[in-house]
């Protein structure tokens, strides 16, 4: 059973653009909930990560929302760029960590 | 942060034959696992590599096939056994950060991918 589901699979962006990734966790016991980045041919990178008693966490041009009523949480990119076409993996942490299946963004230029 | 160095970074490999993944890190670490990742997938836990003790395996992955390493604090292997073209995948070693408590900080190895014909 996939405990952390991850939507859209695929996203394409133009440059400048808002890029938005959104993951739904069941399990209410996890208590983080990290972001990986992942380019092609590397290793996945922690890219932002939130704890479930903070709404919204915020570096640079990268954000996390969340909605701990919903069990839902999401990944902004603003001003989206080419540099930032990756996969992303949203996952949810209790003693292990579960990844979501990835989104493949592209940013157009 | 950790840096994780892994070898090989690629390989092709028969079918029947045993290849060995091996991560070193720069620093002493606590907790080492190894992730499969295959081709356009999620990332999935192995195990959890144990110094000095037996490897803790996930559902859906043994032993006999996995067989893990771990003889000190910077160092662990993978080897994926009687190799089959279902094993064509990224194998991934990562550590845990030192955040206390925080399972969910993990530093990846740039991963090692196996193509089995």
């Known amino acids: 059973q996939q405990q952390v589901k991850q939507s859209p699979q695929s996203l394409i962006v133009q440059k400048g653009g808002i890029s938005i990734i959104n993951c739904a966790y069941e399990n209410t016991a996890f208590d983080y909930f990290p972001w990986y980045q992942q380019f092609p041919g590397k290793g996945p990178a922690l890219l932002i990560a939130?704890?479930?008693?903070?709404s919204e966490k915020k570096e640079g041009r990268f954000t996390i929302s969340f909605n701990k009523s919903a069990k839902q949480f999401s990944l902004h990119i603003m001003d989206s760029q080419p540099g930032d076409s990756a996969t992303y993996f949203c996952a949810a942490s209790r003693r292990q960590l579960t990844f979501g299946s990835g989104t493949q963004l592209t940013v157009l230029p | 942060s950790a840096v994780i160095s892994q070898k090989p970074s690629r390989d092709i490999c028969q079918r029947g034959t045993s290849l060995t993944i091996q991560c070193q890190v720069d620093?002493?670490?606590?907790?080492m696992f190894w992730y499969r990742q295959q081709p356009g997938q999620s990332l999935t836990l192995i195990a959890t590599a144990n110094q000095g003790s037996e490897a803790t395996y996930e559902s859906g992955f043994v032993i006999d096939k996995f067989p893990i390493s771990r003889p000190n604090l910077t160092f662990s292997t993978l080897t994926v056994s009687n190799m089959s073209p279902e094993d064509s995948s990224i194998y991934l070693c990562?550590?845990?950060?030192?955040?206390?408590?925080?399972?969910?900080?993990?530093?990846f190895g740039e991963g090692s991918r196996l193509t089995v014909l």
């Open positions: 990562s550590v845990a950060g030192l955040l206390a408590g925080v399972t969910g900080e993990l530093f």
């Open positions: 620093s002493q670490v606590t907790m």
């Open positions: 939130i704890r479930p008693d903070v």
